[in-house]
């Protein structure tokens, strides 16, 4: 049987509301995970899953294991309805939630993580919005990206939002954090051709050869990529936009590169 928590002043409850705050997320090394499909993407790709919590009134302990597909040997404890709703963060979510470690990357280990020698990498430059962020994560599975930096990190990449906006990418997409300086370095390193996305451009996107080894850089929705990027002699591109707003969502706008240089890789002669 599992533990049953019915108070709100329990210890484990009280902590894991401390854990919608960045600052509690970095100081304990520990995130939040809410729902089925997140949590299992989460144990799919390694994460040291800590405990699970679930209310019994939206689904059975049994349900909840196999679903995630995993054995006893994970902990699990049991809340009531009440204590279940003031946790998630996501009002819908109604079958369970994890604690886990999180897990992240550096320049160090690309070597391990990059696999193709032809790779699309994204670079996502001081993005503020963790909403912004997970989009971008669950569009890069989608077009299976090689590799994503994050540059000058503006936001947590466990942030709960970001969780939810990647639909579970978060953690089946290998995410480097990065510097400016050190991403430049890596890049140029590796005669990676860089494509930074730029609104004084002139050089439309699709106009590019994307089949050759590519990193397209995107940069926040405020002020676009740093001015690290352009003091370096990088291709300029910009997406023509012919309404009236000055800019796209850069999620979008790192969707339509994206999947341009899948369509250059895929159907050639389209």
Known sequence: MSEFISSFQNPLIKNLKKLNKHKERTEQNLIVIEGIRECKHAVNSGFEIIKILYCSKYISEITLKNELQISNNFSFTEVSEEVFNTLVYRKGIKNCLAIAKPVYFSLNQVSKILNSPNPIILVIDSVEKPGNLGAMLRTCDAANVDLIIVTDAATDLFNPNCIRASLGAVFTQKVIISSISECINFLESQDINVYLTYLEASNIYFKNDFTRATAIVVGSEAIGINNEWLNHNFNRIIIPQYGK?????????????????????????V
């Open 245 to 269: 707003v000055d800019s796209m969502n850069v999620s979008n706008s790192a969707a339509v590169v994206l999947f341009e240089a899948v369509r250059q890789r895929t159907f050639s002669n």
